[in-house]
């Protein structure tokens, strides 16, 4: 489903991404695994559009990003680390404006919009304008607003922070049931315990360098995800 083969992305002389290379398989929960300033998210919006890049290619169900950006999107979901969304809307007015972009039927919106808001706990909330949101209230409605055009990828950044316990257990159902249809998940995270028990893989980087990837069990061996994590942070690459 996602495909980055040797990507690299450069900021001026800091190569924040260097050679990586990753394959997220359709029905697959992956996690992204990194100390502050890996690549992570820099790897995350060079898949999804945002960032360009100067060496490699990632391809999404087969299209590439490079070549075909629009069709790559249109597959695609992405929920950023900060959920920048337009203030001046209420909830309901950015989901219908998100559902014009994807083109989702006037029955599907409806229906969609309200399973993941009650889900979330935001359906009073829907009228009242975004600025008026608080951080976690903004993480759900972007959550919602992702899932509007049932995508076959989701890519997100750190989804949980600022997610009480009961939203982000939601999180993780809605991550399972959309892989058990078909889609794929991958997604960055610094909580290695979540990564250990949700993730069918997981892959940790390192000053843009992949460390090591693979089924979470494989990477973890006999020691925890935390302390394969700590010996490649201490590792030199």
Excluded: W
């Amino acid at each position: 489903m996602l495909r980055i083969e040797n990507l690299s992305k450069s900021y001026g002389e800091k190569k924040a991404v260097d050679g990586l290379s990753l394959h997220i398989a359709a029905g697959e929960i992956y996690g992204f695994i990194g100390h502050n300033g890996a690549g992570k998210t820099t790897t995350l919006k060079a898949c999804v559009g945002i960032l360009g890049f100067e060496e490699g290619e990632i391809y999404v169900d087969g299209i590439s990003v490079r070549e075909n950006p629009i069709a790559c999107k249109k597959k695609i979901a992405y929920i950023p680390d900060n959920p920048d969304l337009y203030g001046f809307m209420t909830g309901v007015q950015y989901l219908q404006f998100i559902a014009d972009i994807y083109g989702v039927s006037a029955q599907e919106r409806k229906e969609r919009t309200e399973k993941y808001a009650a889900l979330f706990e935001l359906t009073q909330d829907l009228a009242n304008p975004i600025a008026a949101y608080s951080h976690g209230m903004k993480q759900k409605l972007a959550i919602i607003a992702a899932l509007i055009h049932e995508p076959k990828l989701m890519i997100m950044d750190e989804p949980f922070v600022g997610l009480d316990p009961k939203a982000a257990h939601a999180v993780k159902e809605i991550m399972r049931q959309r892989c058990a249809a078909g889609c794929a998940v991958f997604f960055s995270t610094h909580v290695l315990e979540v990564a250990e028990k949700l993730c069918d893989k997981v892959a940790i980087i390192k000053d843009g360098k992949l460390i090591k990837s693979g089924k979470t069990e494989e990477v973890r061996g006999d020691a925890s995800l935390e302390e394969v994590f700590l010996n490649g942070e201490n590792a030199n690459v």
